[in-house]
Protein backbone atom coordinates (compact mmCIF):
# COMPACT_ATOMS: atom_id res chain seq x y z
CA UNK A 1 0.00 0.00 0.00
CA UNK A 2 1.37 3.26 -1.17
CA UNK A 3 0.72 7.09 0.11
CA UNK A 4 -1.96 7.51 -2.63
CA UNK A 5 -4.00 4.34 -1.29
CA UNK A 6 -2.48 1.65 -4.77
CA UNK A 7 -0.48 -1.40 -4.21
CA UNK A 8 2.51 -2.35 -6.04
CA UNK A 9 1.68 -5.66 -7.48
CA UNK A 10 4.83 -6.15 -9.70
CA UNK A 11 6.71 -9.46 -9.06
CA UNK A 12 9.55 -9.61 -7.33
CA UNK A 13 12.49 -11.62 -7.27
CA UNK A 14 14.32 -12.19 -3.59
CA UNK A 15 17.46 -13.97 -3.99
CA UNK A 16 19.29 -13.62 -0.55
CA UNK A 17 17.37 -15.56 1.69
CA UNK A 18 18.34 -18.22 3.79
CA UNK A 19 15.30 -20.70 1.95
CA UNK A 20 16.77 -19.75 -1.53
CA UNK A 21 15.85 -17.57 -4.12
CA UNK A 22 12.32 -17.63 -5.25
CA UNK A 23 9.77 -15.06 -6.63
CA UNK A 24 7.80 -13.20 -3.69
CA UNK A 25 4.20 -10.92 -4.05
CA UNK A 26 3.15 -12.49 -7.42
CA UNK A 27 0.20 -10.03 -8.17
CA UNK A 28 -2.97 -11.53 -6.42
CA UNK A 29 -6.13 -10.04 -5.24
CA UNK A 30 -6.87 -10.16 -1.95
CA UNK A 31 -10.76 -10.91 -2.12
CA UNK A 32 -12.88 -8.30 0.04
CA UNK A 33 -10.04 -5.80 0.97
CA UNK A 34 -10.56 -2.45 2.30
CA UNK A 35 -8.35 0.28 2.64
CA UNK A 36 -7.63 4.37 3.39
CA UNK A 37 -5.14 6.39 3.08
CA UNK A 38 -4.84 9.82 4.98
CA UNK A 39 -1.85 11.74 3.97
CA UNK A 40 -0.38 14.97 6.58
CA UNK A 41 0.80 16.06 4.02
CA UNK A 42 1.47 16.81 0.22
CA UNK A 43 2.09 13.88 -2.31
CA UNK A 44 4.53 13.66 -4.77
CA UNK A 45 6.01 16.86 -3.77
CA UNK A 46 9.80 16.51 -2.23
CA UNK A 47 10.06 20.70 -2.10
CA UNK A 48 8.11 20.47 1.48
CA UNK A 49 8.57 18.57 4.49
CA UNK A 50 5.64 16.08 5.37
CA UNK A 51 4.19 14.97 8.76
CA UNK A 52 3.15 11.52 7.36
CA UNK A 53 0.68 9.00 6.05
CA UNK A 54 -1.39 6.66 7.87
CA UNK A 55 -3.06 3.38 5.93
CA UNK A 56 -6.09 1.76 7.65
CA UNK A 57 -6.56 -1.88 5.65
CA UNK A 58 -9.86 -4.20 6.64
CA UNK A 59 -8.90 -7.80 5.92
CA UNK A 60 -11.99 -10.32 5.75
CA UNK A 61 -11.47 -13.81 6.82
CA UNK A 62 -13.06 -15.03 3.66
CA UNK A 63 -9.68 -13.74 1.69
CA UNK A 64 -7.42 -15.81 3.82
CA UNK A 65 -8.76 -19.22 2.44
CA UNK A 66 -5.94 -19.09 -0.24
CA UNK A 67 -3.28 -18.61 2.10
CA UNK A 68 -4.67 -20.28 4.90
CA UNK A 69 -2.23 -23.56 4.66
CA UNK A 70 -4.79 -26.12 6.01
CA UNK A 71 -5.77 -23.55 9.33
CA UNK A 72 -9.09 -22.88 10.21
CA UNK A 73 -10.17 -19.87 8.89
CA UNK A 74 -11.27 -17.80 10.50
CA UNK A 75 -8.90 -19.28 13.33
CA UNK A 76 -10.47 -20.49 16.24
CA UNK A 77 -9.97 -19.31 19.74
CA UNK A 78 -6.10 -20.01 21.06
CA UNK A 79 -4.74 -20.39 17.36
CA UNK A 80 -1.03 -18.57 16.61
CA UNK A 81 -0.75 -17.38 13.59
CA UNK A 82 2.42 -15.30 12.24
CA UNK A 83 1.66 -12.13 10.62
CA UNK A 84 3.91 -9.39 8.95
CA UNK A 85 3.45 -5.70 8.54
CA UNK A 86 6.32 -4.14 6.47
CA UNK A 87 6.71 -1.02 4.06
CA UNK A 88 9.02 -0.35 1.77
CA UNK A 89 9.85 2.86 0.53
CA UNK A 90 11.72 4.65 -2.72
CA UNK A 91 14.41 6.75 -1.65
CA UNK A 92 17.35 8.51 -3.29
CA UNK A 93 20.25 6.30 -3.44
CA UNK A 94 22.38 7.99 -0.99
CA UNK A 95 20.00 7.52 1.81
CA UNK A 96 18.78 3.93 1.04
CA UNK A 97 20.07 1.06 2.56
CA UNK A 98 19.85 -1.06 -1.05
CA UNK A 99 18.75 -0.51 -4.71
CA UNK A 100 17.22 2.82 -3.90
CA UNK A 101 14.27 1.61 -1.35
CA UNK A 102 14.12 1.78 3.29
CA UNK A 103 12.30 -0.62 4.71
CA UNK A 104 10.76 -1.17 7.60
CA UNK A 105 8.80 -3.96 9.78
CA UNK A 106 7.81 -5.05 13.13
CA UNK A 107 10.36 -7.26 13.72
CA UNK A 108 13.77 -7.67 12.77
CA UNK A 109 14.10 -10.25 9.57
CA UNK A 110 18.21 -10.08 8.78
CA UNK A 111 18.42 -11.15 5.27
CA UNK A 112 16.62 -7.57 3.03
CA UNK A 113 13.26 -9.22 2.54
CA UNK A 114 10.19 -9.36 3.73
CA UNK A 115 8.98 -12.57 2.53
CA UNK A 116 10.20 -14.89 5.45
CA UNK A 117 7.04 -15.77 7.43
CA UNK A 118 9.35 -18.61 9.53
CA UNK A 119 10.61 -15.04 11.20
CA UNK A 120 7.30 -13.21 11.53
CA UNK A 121 6.36 -12.22 14.81
CA UNK A 122 3.10 -14.46 16.27
CA UNK A 123 0.10 -13.53 17.23
CA UNK A 124 -2.45 -15.56 19.81
CA UNK A 125 -5.87 -14.70 18.52
CA UNK A 126 -8.80 -14.97 21.63
CA UNK A 127 -12.20 -15.09 20.29
CA UNK A 128 -13.06 -13.65 23.70
CA UNK A 129 -15.04 -10.15 23.59
CA UNK A 130 -13.16 -7.16 25.11
CA UNK A 131 -14.77 -4.90 27.02
CA UNK A 132 -15.45 -1.72 26.08
CA UNK A 133 -12.49 0.57 27.69
CA UNK A 134 -14.41 3.31 30.42
CA UNK A 135 -15.51 6.21 28.87
Known amino acids: MAGPNVFDDGPKSYLENDRG ?30 QGWTVEIALPWSGFGIVGEGRSVPPEDGDTWRIDASRFQRMPPERAH ?5 GWAWNRH ?21 PAAPP
Do not use: K, Q
Not at 28 to 44: E, I, K
Open 21 to 50: GRLGFIPWNFSGLRSAVRLDGTLNDSTDVD
Open 110 to 130: GPWDSHMPHVFPHIDLDLHEV
Open 98 to 102: RGGTA
